[in-house]
């Protein structure tokens, strides 16, 4: 008679945050085939499938401990990603009572960027096994942009756009900050994620999904009905359309990185976010200063400048970039995202109780369908899938006759192949 015996992988770790358990081995071993055997020689056969089995359930409970810490971490990511892109938003329109310069601003939080890949590498330094230079280190991330590195060929065609483009998102929405209140700018800025998805589904060919043409239908319905809430106004449709620009200019950034870039890993996106900062710091310093001496963005003295908001706006900044760039590594990217539309609730709550906003009918449904629509672009590709199989397992227990029948002739199938070897999979 053939015996199966299944031996579990131990479950391990590696830099990345999946963790999987790897296949059962099967071992066929031939024996005699002795007849009237007694139930003794067929104790230890039993003692090892009990002991397999305990083996399974070991495993699938660490893979269950590890899928719970990683939820908690989601939690925990959700509430800092709400809190730094809400307080930021909040803190900028609090700093152009007393400086309105949002060219200024933007310049001075973009120059923080130069701190990604310090930030990046004392990391790199506490968790990893082999600790390599900071000069190691960053001749290994050049190679994400050739064999060269970066010379200057690929600075001005590589680097130099995406920092443009960098500069225009933000300088767009701290713009519109400046004309309409933190809740419209917040819910209007989640249209870019349909942007995106229009723009690869152009551009990259991307697979069509009826649901995220539904969800972009909604975001342009939430922007007309945002624009209408107002009255059409010229201030409102202004501050509007430059939230709008805004979220596109993001779309045309992620979209144009994975065109010219592809996928960076932590390290080599921490020096590309460090190379904008950089060179924002170095080409772009004469623009604020040009502005205050044309009186455009003008201040009385350097004393008058509100240290501490601007400040505190460029560091918000700064740890929210941190969280939706490296946030991945500890917990799901949908648990990211959902942070950024709970800051419009957020938003909301606290321009109720410090601006006179008026949250009439109109603007409510445009924040709910733009919300609506951010959510169901977080949907998986195939999330169709699922539900039919959630759906036909929901029908078997509701039909126990044909569960039981289903569950007999499963039986009588491993009765009958209880001599193959078979491999299993256990991933999660």
Same mark, same amino acid.
């Given at each position: 008679? !053939? +015996? ?7 479950? $391990? ?7 999987? %358990? ?40 660490? &893979? ?19 809190? $730094?892109?809400?307080? $930021? ?63 200057? !060929? ?5 680097? /130099?756009? *995406? ?6 998102? =933000? ?7 400046? +004309?309409? =209140? ?48 107002? @009255? ?6 202004? @501050? ?17 990185? !994975? ?7 932590? @390290? ?8 904008? @900062?950089?060179?924002? *710091? ?25 240290? /501490? ?6 560091? %918000? ?6 969280? &939706? =760039? ?32 008026? *949250? ?14 951010? %959510? ?13 199989? %959630? ?38």
């Amino acid at each position: 008679m !053939k +015996k199966h015996s299944a031996r579990v992988a131990p479950l $391990s770790a590696c830099n990345s945050p999946v963790l999987t %358990l790897t296949k059962v081995e099967g071992e066929d071993r031939t024996r005699e085939n002795v007849v009237g055997s007694t139930d003794a020689q067929s104790a230890p056969a039993a003692g090892t499938e009990s002991s397999s089995g305990r083996r399974r359930l070991h495993c699938c409970i660490k &893979v269950t401990a590890v899928q719970v810490r990683k939820a908690l971490w989601g939690v925990a990511m959700v509430m800092c990603v709400c809190s $730094s892109w809400a307080g $930021s938003t909040q803190l900028a329109k609090l700093t152009f009572k007393q400086f309105d310069a949002p060219f200024t601003v933007t310049w001075f939080a973009t120059s923080w960027n130069c701190l990604f890949f310090p930030v990046y590498y004392i990391g790199h330094w506490c968790k990893s096994a082999e600790r390599q230079t900071a000069r190691q280190r960053l001749r290994e991330c050049c190679r994400f942009f050739g064999d060269e590195g970066l010379t200057p !060929k690929v600075f001005f065609t590589k680097v /130099a756009p *995406f920092g443009l483009l960098w500069i225009l998102t =933000n300088y767009l929405y701290l713009q519109a900050l400046r +004309k309409i =209140n933190t809740t419209d700018v917040s819910a209007l800025f989640c249209c870019n994620k349909a942007f995106v998805f229009l723009l690869s589904w152009i551009v990259l060919r991307d697979r069509f999904m009826g649901v995220r043409i539904v969800a972009a239908i909604l975001a342009i319905a939430g922007i007309v009905m945002m624009t209408y809430a107002d @009255g059409f106004h010229s201030h409102s449709v202004i @501050g509007i359309t430059l939230v709008v620009a805004s979220a596109s200019m993001s779309a045309l950034y992620k979209v144009l990185f !994975k065109m010219v870039l592809g996928s960076a890993k932590f @390290g080599e996106a921490a020096l590309f976010l460090s190379i904008v @900062g950089s060179a924002n *710091f170095v080409f772009i310093s004469f623009v604020p200063v040009i502005l205050y001496f044309t009186h455009v963005e003008y201040t009385g003295s350097f004393a008058d400048i509100p240290w /501490a908001y601007l400040c505190g706006v460029a560091a %918000l900044l700064f740890a929210f970039n941190i969280l &939706v =760039n490296f946030g991945i590594a500890i917990t799901y990217p949908t648990l990211i995202s959902l942070g950024i539309v709970l800051s419009v609730p957020v938003n909301a709550m606290v321009d109720f109780y410090t601006c006179d906003i008026n *949250f009439n009918t109109v603007r409510l449904i445009a924040v709910f369908i733009i919300c609506l629509g951010f %959510l169901m672009l977080l949907l998986p590709e195939d999330w169709d899938q699922c539900i039919i199989r %959630l759906t036909t397992k929901l029908r078997k227990r509701d039909d126990p006759a044909e569960a039981a029948g289903e569950t007999a002739a499963n039986t009588s199938l491993n009765w009958r192949g209880r001599g193959r070897t078979s491999l299993s999979t256990y991933a999660r």
